[in-house]
């Protein structure tokens, strides 16, 4: 019998973002594919960071993150997300919030367990699922404002289903979930006793009044809801990977074994300097960390509609879904490599975020960028127009 690679690698594909990534490389383009964030880390978490290499923080820590991280991200939840959280026991640091996805799906979920997905999904969360050998299903978000029917949820819950993954705020859509949306999920996965998991990552990218909730903050969810987050986003500091999950002591405690499997334990010197950050940046940095990306978010929304594209104006995060409807192309993957042909800059094609064709044809454009290189961008998006 010849050797041949597993079976579970069969199922999952390159992502979209990197192959794009990949050819915006090519042509020494602008990549607005790739959520790489770019923009400055702040001071305490740089220093925090250099001092503990200094002072000799390089070891291997404790398997769910060093004692000053795990008490400076309690004492976040606690202020910021309305979550109680033991720092001994209920927080796992890991290896980005990815990392935390995966050690929850190994802990929590068999093989052939369904988990609810609402769509277009960030296609990260559902290529872990697989990989850990579960069955993702969708519940389509309908624009403008990406909402769902409750209804469908009920039409796809079966007995195989474990587990429902909210991405609030979203990527790609930036939707941010309504308090009565997550009441109604949280009843929902009551009644079907389903673990609720949770990406967070972009809880503080808020936009126009709206607000982020955390879904273990409802009443009796915190039992049930494993909430993954992590500073990458707010920080800049995609290429650390500090990462964690707030769970109950009982799966915390699981969550952990697999994350030393895996993982062993994040780098030390770089969870001191995001402990630091979290423990010194007041509220007002976040408060302007969403003024500069509304910002960002408008300058971008303006260029696609002068480029002569729909977009979807988001709600949190720092993406944008837009309408390419009108460009050359048979599919969205060629549409995309159109724009980046006419234009140098990268964006990423629907069919990284959902599991069958739709129309119209969608690509999402990532606007975490240094104000000059987005506005560079914006400039060559704009000359689209002469081209459709």
Request: charged share 25%; proline share 5%.
């Amino acid at each position: 019998m010849a050797l041949r690679t597993s079976n579970r690698i069969e199922q999952i594909v390159q992502s979209e973002i990197r192959a794009m990534s990949i050819e915006c490389e090519k042509v020494k383009g602008i990549n607005l594919a790739q959520g790489v964030c770019d923009t400055e880390v702040p001071l305490p978490v740089r220093a925090g960071a250099k001092n503990a290499i200094d002072e000799g923080i390089n070891s291997y820590t404790r398997f769910d993150g060093i004692d000053e991280l795990r008490i400076a991200i309690s004492k976040k939840m606690k202020a910021y997300n309305g979550i109680t959280a033991d720092p001994e026991t209920e927080i796992v640091v890991s290896s980005g919030s990815t990392g935390s996805f995966y050690c929850a799906c190994l802990a929590l979920l068999n093989p052939g367990d369904e988990v609810i997905l609402f769509e277009p999904y960030y296609g990260y969360h559902v290529n872990t699922l697989l990989a850990a050998e579960t069955v993702p299903v969708f519940v389509k978000l309908q624009p403008p404002q990406w909402s769902f029917d409750p209804k469908d949820l009920e039409k796809i819950i079966s007995p195989r289903t474990k587990g429902i993954l909210i991405n609030t705020p979203a990527n790609p859509s930036g939707k941010v979930f309504s308090r009565k949306e997550l009441e109604f999920i949280a009843d929902f996965a009551v009644r079907h006793d389903l673990f609720v998991f949770t990406d967070e990552i972009y809880e503080y990218f808020l936009y126009d009044g709206h607000k982020h909730i955390s879904p273990a903050s409802l009443p009796g969810m915190a039992e049930r809801t494993i909430t993954i987050s992590g500073v990458s986003k707010t920080f800049s500091i995609t290429g650390w990977r500090i990462g964690y999950s707030i769970s109950d002591a009982k799966w915390a405690k699981m969550i952990g074994y697999i994350n030393d499997l895996v993982y062993v334990c994040a780098p030390a010197p770089l969870q001191m300097g995001v402990a630091k950050g979290l423990l010194e940046l007041k509220m007002e940095y976040y408060n302007e960390l969403c003024l500069e990306y509304a910002v960002k978010r408008d300058k971008i929304c303006s260029s696609l509609i002068k480029a002569g594209l729909s977009p979807y104006k988001p709600q949190g995060a720092y993406y944008v879904l837009a309408d390419i409807s009108n460009v050359p192309g048979k599919t969205s993957k060629e549409k995309a490599m159109f724009i980046l042909s006419k234009t140098g800059v990268a964006c990423v094609p629907d069919t990284a975020f959902f599991h069958k064709k739709i129309k119209p044809g969608l690509v999402r454009f990532c606007y975490a960028k240094k104000d000059h290189e987005l506005d560079e961008a914006c400039k060559r998006l704009e000359k689209l127009k002469s081209f459709i």
